[in-house]
C-alpha cells in the first residue's frame, strides 16, 4: 500500500515539524501521508513546507520523482520570479527548480511520487 487510509483529521500546524534533509535553516516538513523511499524509486508521500520569513535556498533542486506543489499562504520567490497564494506547479523527474525564497515565509502543500509502474531495484 503506497498510502495508509486517513479519514478527515485536524492538522496541528503548531508542532509536528522537522528539517528535511539537505534543506537550510527555517525551511520544514510536516508529513501529512505516505513515505517516500528514493534510493528504491517506491512510493508516495503528501506533506506540508513551511519557509520562516527570509529562508531562502541558495542552490537549484533536482530530484527523481514527481512533484506537485500548490501555494497555500505567503510568497515564494522560484528562480527570481515571484509567486502569491494559490499558484501550482507540476514538475516531471529531473526538472532543475529553484533557488527558492520567501519574504513573509509560506506554506506549501505537496505531493511526490514515482511513475506508477516504473522498475524498482
Known amino acids: 500500500m503506497l498510502k495508509e487510509h486517513l479519514e478527515f483529521f485536524t492538522v496541528d500546524l503548531s508542532g509536528g515539524w522537522s528539517p528535511p534533509p539537505g534543506y537550510p ?3 520544514e516538513e510536516k508529513r501529512l501521508a505516505g513515505a517516500l523511499d528514493e534510493s528504491r524509486r ?3 508521500r503528501t ?3 513551511r519557509f520562516a520569513p527570509g529562508a531562502f535556498t541558495t542552490l537549484p533542486f533536482e530530484h527523481t520523482y ?3 506543489v500548490f501555494l497555500v499562504q ?3 520567490s ?3 520570479e515571484r509567486f502569491e497564494p494559490f499558484t501550482y506547479a507540476v514538475r516531471p523527474p529531473g ?3 529553484g533557488p527558492f525564497q520567501s519574504e513573509s515565509g509560506c506554506l506549501l502543500f505537496e505531493i511526490h511520487y514515482f ?3 516504473e522498475k524498482r531495484s
Open 95 to 97: 526538472t532543475p527548480h
Open 78 to 80: 522560484v528562480g527570481g
Open 115 to 117: 511513475e506508477p509502474g
Open 66 to 68: 514527481w512533484e506537485e
Open 74 to 76: 505567503g510568497d515564494l
Open 47 to 49: 506533506r506540508l513546507l
Open 42 to 44: 517506491y512510493g508516495c
Open 25 to 27: 535553516p527555517g525551511i
